[in-house]
């Protein structure tokens, strides 16, 4: 919801320290591995109860994920590594949640309820990709991207925020997930909606 309108904000610092990085040799494939490494390290520490540790690791992981498309526009987007790093975001999306799940009991099925409401958005997303795809659509409100990106009311800023939000606030991880869950459905209804407007 919030990306689009953060875009022109974080884009320019974000390209110049993406600019510095790239002529070091350092690829935009490297950033996101290295940030998957993080992220994944981020719900590792959750789920061993070192929320401290994880919400710094997750704050790099986002770093390194905003590094890593300034790097690639300061050198050669590839098609390959936009692959790379949906996979890996979505990775570590659901990794989250999952660490909070293994971190108590009381967690388990409010983090399955999150998982699976990312998983119909993640569809969501992609499906509502591919199809743009096929009619040769474009658009440049999340900056320059490998493929469509599609707005809608659960994007990467909002669950930033969200996961902020559990490590500050743990024992009121239930409350967040399922609201947040509810959320990410919304996105599901509204991007279909999108969807049946644009490609009837």
Not at 23 to 52: D, H, K, Q, Y
Not at 109 to 117: E, G, K, M, N, R
């Amino acid at each position: 919801m919030f990306d689009a309108r953060l875009r022109p904000l974080i884009d320019p610092p974000l390209n110049a320290v993406g600019a510095r990085i790239a002529r070091l040799g350092v690829s935009a494939n490297m950033l996101t591995f290295a940030g998957l490494f993080l992220g994944l390290g981020g719900a590792a520490a959750i789920a061993s109860g070192e929320i401290g540790w994880s919400l710094a690791l997750i704050v790099a992981n986002r770093l390194l994920d905003g590094l890593d498309g300034a790097v690639a526009r300061a050198t050669k987007p590839t098609l390959l590594g936009g692959y790379f790093d949906i996979v890996a975001d979505f990775a570590f999306y659901v990794s989250v949640p999952l660490g909070f799940g293994v971190l108590t009991s009381a967690n388990t099925l409010p983090a399955l309820v999150l998982v699976a409401s990312f998983v119909l958005t993640g569809v969501s997303f992609l499906a509502f990709a591919v199809v743009a795809a096929e009619r040769g659509d474009e658009t440049q409100a999340h900056g320059k991207k490998s493929f469509f990106y599609s707005t809608g009311l659960a994007e990467g800023g909002e669950t930033i925020a969200v996961f902020v939000a559990m490590c500050l606030f743990p024992a009121y991880f239930a409350v967040i997930a399922y609201a947040y869950a509810a959320l990410c459905v919304l996105t599901v209804f509204q991007r279909s909606a999108l969807a049946i407007a644009t490609f009837k």
